[in-house]
């Protein structure tokens, strides 16, 4: 289990705020990533890290903001939340621990922004 | 980028039927991955499979990266099997691998 912990689980707010959604690791993986899911879109990734204060953007990063001052949490703002962000949020960490590369997932932020 | 297809879009078995889940990719891929998304919406890796055949209890994988697809295998399905099947490519191989997913697959299992 690579202890990955999202928060919150749930989410509503209002158009034009921002919200920041929480990923933390307690395993020390060095890469992570956020992506979304939209029916009809499968998973699309929004940013990623590959380590300490090292973030690039993904397929659909616009609207959206990461950090990652610590290894074990990589946070994801919506700097001023629109409808079209409302979605299901999934952080993910890719290490060789198994002995190959695969992705865990966290267990999802559902954000509805109203 | 890379496209990743996969059909049928949508599967209904009666339980203990098989079914083969298949996955197209357009380019290249050193990274190839199947998920299932359960009910719940928990998504959990079944198989990390670039290349060759891996089993693993009722479900097996073979990718042949040579034509650029990979099918996933279940066997006596049972109603715990139902959810959505995600295939995910990278050209790319490592840790860092960014993965594109395609649209799933729904499966239901009826008892």
């Known amino acids: 289990d690579a202890g990955i912990t999202q928060s919150p689980r749930h989410k509503v707010t209002e158009t034009g705020t921002p919200v920041t959604l929480r990923c933390h690791q307690t395993?020390?993986?060095?890469?992570m990533y956020w992506y979304r899911q939209d029916p009809g879109h499968g998973l699309r990734l929004i940013h990623y890290s590959y380590g300490v204060k090292d973030t690039d953007k993904g397929e659909v990063s616009d609207g959206y903001s990461v950090s990652r001052s610590k290894t074990e949490d990589f946070l994801l703002t919506l700097e001023s939340a629109t409808s079209s962000q409302t979605s299901v949020y999934f952080c993910?960490?890719?290490?060789?621990?198994?002995?190959?590369?695969?992705?865990?997932f966290g267990s999802g932020t559902r954000l509805t922004v109203v | 980028g890379i496209q990743v297809e996969q059909s049928p879009p949508d599967l209904i078995l009666q339980e203990g039927a098989n079914s083969t889940l298949r996955c197209n990719f357009s380019d290249s891929v050193n990274n190839l991955q199947w998920f299932h998304q359960n009910p719940w919406g928990q998504l959990i890796n079944l198989f990390y499979?670039?290349?060759g055949t891996k089993q693993n209890g009722r479900l097996s994988a073979t990718t042949v990266a040579t034509e650029r697809y990979s099918l996933l295998y279940i066997s006596s399905s049972q109603t715990t099997d139902s959810g959505v099947y995600f295939c995910a490519v990278d050209p790319y191989t490592g840790a860092n691998s960014k993965l594109t997913f395609g649209k799933g697959i729904t499966l239901s299992v009826r008892p």
């Open positions: 395993e020390n993986h060095r890469y």
């Open positions: 499979i670039p290349s």
């Open positions: 993910a960490i890719s290490s060789s621990d198994r002995g190959d590369y695969g992705y865990t």
